[in-house]
C-alpha cells in the first residue's frame, strides 16, 4: 500500500532553518530547500542571492495528512520564524528571506488564511503579521550542498547560532508533533 503524501510549500527565511525544524515532524516524509515564486527558470544560489529573480528561498514539504495536517505545519510555521518582518530574518535580509505561504489548492488556501487570521488573533508576535499567501507557481530545488544543510554540518557557527535555538524551540514548544529519532 503506499501512503499518499501531500506536498507544502513554506518560505521562512534561510531554507537551512526551515527544513531542520519541518524535517523532525512526524508525519514528515521530505523536506528539500530551493527557490519558489520567482520569474527565472532554474536559479542558482548566487542569482537568488541578488534579489532580483523574485525567488524566495522555500522549502518544500512532503507530508502524510493522516499523520499531520498542513493546518499542524502552519502552527509551526508561525512560531519558528518572525513573521512580521518583511523581507528579513534575523541577520539575513533581502525579499529572498520573506515569509511565504505557497497555497497549493483552494484548500491549503483557505486553512492558511484561517491559520494566519488565528495567529494575528493569538498575539504570538507584537508587531502584524506581513506573510504573503499567494498561488504555488514554481519550485526550483537547491544545489545539492544547500540539502539536509543542518544535519550534514552541526557544527557549522551558523547551525550553532542561528539553527540550534530553533530546534531547542521546537523540542520544548512541539514535543508531541517530533519523530520519535529527531535529536
Known sequence: MTKKHETATLAAGCFWCVEAVFSRLR?????SSGYAGGTLSHPDYLEVCGGTTGHAEAVQIMFDPDEISF???????WRSHDPTTPDRQGADVGSQYRSVIFYHDENQHQVAEHSKRE?????LWPDPIVTSI???TNFYLAERHHQDFYRLNPDEFYCRMVIDPKIKKLQKEFAAMLKSLAP
Not at 493546518?71 to 510555521?77: D, K, P, R, S, T
Request: net charge negative.
Open 71 to 77: 493546518a499542524e505545519l502552519l502552527e509551526v510555521f
Open 134 to 136: 499567494v498561488p504555488f
Open 119 to 123: 495567529a494575528e488573533a493569538a498575539g
Open 27 to 31: 508525519g514528515v516524509a521530505q523536506v
